[in-house]
């Protein structure tokens, strides 16, 4: 489906990314180094990945900016990397949305989000791009914009026969008939365990697949847990597949999980099979993981096939 769009719906955040020896304890005062400013925003993320990993596909990102200096850097930002920006809308009532990001010395993060005009993205603005999701290849949402639009463009999508990829993050919980409407659930072991009413914890590769039906029961057509330096397991009906994860030097896990998805979309929009699909995405985010920051870190095609070329044959 080399010429069908991959429709992004979600946020576009300014990051202000500070590197730490370790992320601080509540009430500590730590010091940091290395302040950046750097595009980011789950579903700006998702957008960037999928637009620099595409190969004809073209890539259109709906979303709501403020009226600042951030929203032109992070247009600028997507249209570089070959998305179509002219749905990100403007907002009066909202400045462009943030991140607050610490990354210690591990490359784990912890971060804050001002959603701003990221919260003022309305069903209604989604019903103008009904032609969009209608003839759209895959429609990839998260959770950084209102329920019940999110809710609005995956009835698009479903009516359309786009597939439908949801990103459950930031956690939250998510009701039935949302969920029904999900073609692939791609939740990490957070989310997963919110989403099955389990406690927050790592989830062994022994647990993937009573977890992964536990959420297919719930409403997705296939659910793909996203399990860190494990990889990641895929339940669906076409069957179950465990991608191994590559390893590599870890700088920032920031974006890991966007750059995933954006590369599965378009694996998945190519009509590639699903374990090729997992390893492409694998090999995108593990290159991610490797740099900096949220869109600064995102690979280029011929980076990640570069990097699959080189892995030992298995
Ligand atoms: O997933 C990473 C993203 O989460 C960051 O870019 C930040 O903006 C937050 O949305």
């Known amino acids: 489906m080399p ?32 302040f950046q400013t750097i595009p980011g925003g789950k579903g700006a993320n998702q957008a960037c990945a999928a637009a620099r990993l595409a190969r004809g596909n073209p890539v259109l990102m709906i979303g709501r900016v403020g009226y600042d200096a951030f929203a032109d850097h992070l247009r600028a930002s997507l249209a570089a990397a070959g998305a179509d920006t002219s749905r990100i809308h403007g907002c009066r009532r909202a400045a462009t949305g943030v ?125 793909v847990l996203k399990l860190g330096d494990q990889g990641c397991y895929y339940a669906g009906p076409e069957g179950s597949w465990h991608a191994p994860a590559f390893r590599v030097e870890a700088i920032d896990s920031t974006a890991a999980g966007d750059t995933f998805n954006g590369a599965l979309a378009v694996a998945l929009a190519e009509g590639r099979a699903v374990p090729e699909s997992l390893r492409f995405a694998n090999a995108a985010a593990a290159l991610s993981v490797t740099r900096l920051g949220a869109q600064a870190s995102i690979p280029s095609r011929e980076e990640v096939e570069q990097f699959l070329a080189a892995q030992p044959k298995s």
Do not use: H, K, Y
Request: glycine letters at 8%.
């Open 3 to 34: 010429d069908r769009a991959i429709v992004v719906t979600g946020s576009l955040n300014m990051d202000f990314v500070v590197q730490v020896e370790r992320l601080p304890a509540p009430g500590e005062t730590a010091r940091g180094e290395n």
């Open 99 to 223: 991140a607050l990001i610490w990354v210690d010395r591990t490359g784990q993060n912890s971060i804050v989000i001002a959603p701003g005009a990221n919260a003022e993205l309305t069903p209604a603005d989604l019903e103008t791009e009904r032609q969009s999701f209608v003839s759209a290849a895959c429609a990839l949402f998260q959770l950084e914009t209102p329920l019940e639009t999110v809710a609005a463009g995956l009835r698009l999508a479903r009516s359309g026969g786009a597939l439908s990829i949801l990103d459950p993050a930031p956690a939250q919980p998510l009701d039935a008939g949302l969920l029904a409407c999900v073609d692939l659930l791609t939740p990490n072991e957070t989310e997963a365990c919110l989403l099955a009413g389990r406690e927050p914890r790592r989830i062994s590769l022994d647990e993937g697949p009573e977890l992964a039906e536990q959420l297919r029961r719930r409403g997705p057509r296939a659910v």
